[in-house]
């Protein structure tokens, strides 16, 4: 039942207290939390899409791969992303003793933003695309940047080990390779 009929129904209402009037308004916070719910998980698919907006604006007209070593230093990269606007605050705040705590709501949201990611790099990884692999490559690059289309990207959690671990993995396949050619 759409919102608009619950509420035309809940205008007929004569009591407050009545059943009916009490079913309608259970309806219309039903319909109203679901809507809610709908909205958090389009804000979640936002914000992963602006992310991966980042990442293929970076590997933007590459026709390979991206080797480990560069995959860590691009997510380096996307972890400074916000320094600059760090330090226009710094210096709006040094400037006179009356905007101390200008920006400052900003500037912790950049900090609890910033220390989250450093702490999921270092430890169980950040959801990316696996851009080392040339089939989720190509995929990347294929997608369109559309927020409501991540679900079809291969998505896995990326760490600081894993890509050190295939970076390591590569060099001894590579030099392997090299001396079976030899």
Not at 70 to 95: A, G, N, T
Not at 134 to 149: C, I, M, P, R, V
Not at 156 to 177: G, Y
Request: proline share 3%.
């Amino acid at each position: 039942m759409p919102k608009q009929t619950v509420l035309k129904g809940l205008a007929k209402c004569k009591h407050p207290n009545s059943r009916k009037t009490q079913a309608l308004a259970r309806q219309i916070k039903k319909i109203s939390n679901r809507e809610k719910k709908k909205l958090g998980h389009a804000a979640k698919a936002n914000i992963l899409g602006m992310k991966l907006a980042w990442f293929a604006e970076k590997v933007e007209g590459r026709d390979r791969p991206i080797t480990p070593s560069e995959y860590e230093q691009l997510i380096d990269l996307y972890l400074q992303r916000f320094d600059e606007e760090l330090e226009q605050i710094k210096i709006v705040q040094s400037i006179g003793k009356h905007r101390i705590n200008q920006h400052a709501s900003r500037e912790s949201v950049i900090r609890t933003t910033i220390d989250t990611e450093k702490q999921h790099f270092a430890g169980g990884g950040i959801e990316l695309p696996d851009l080392c692999n040339a089939e989720h490559f190509k995929l990347f690059q294929e997608w369109n940047g559309d927020a409501a289309s991540v679900q079809h990207l291969a998505l896995e959690f990326v760490s600081r080990k894993l890509l050190q671990s295939k970076a390591v993995n590569n060099e001894s396949t590579n030099s392997d390779q090299q001396m079976a050619e030899s």
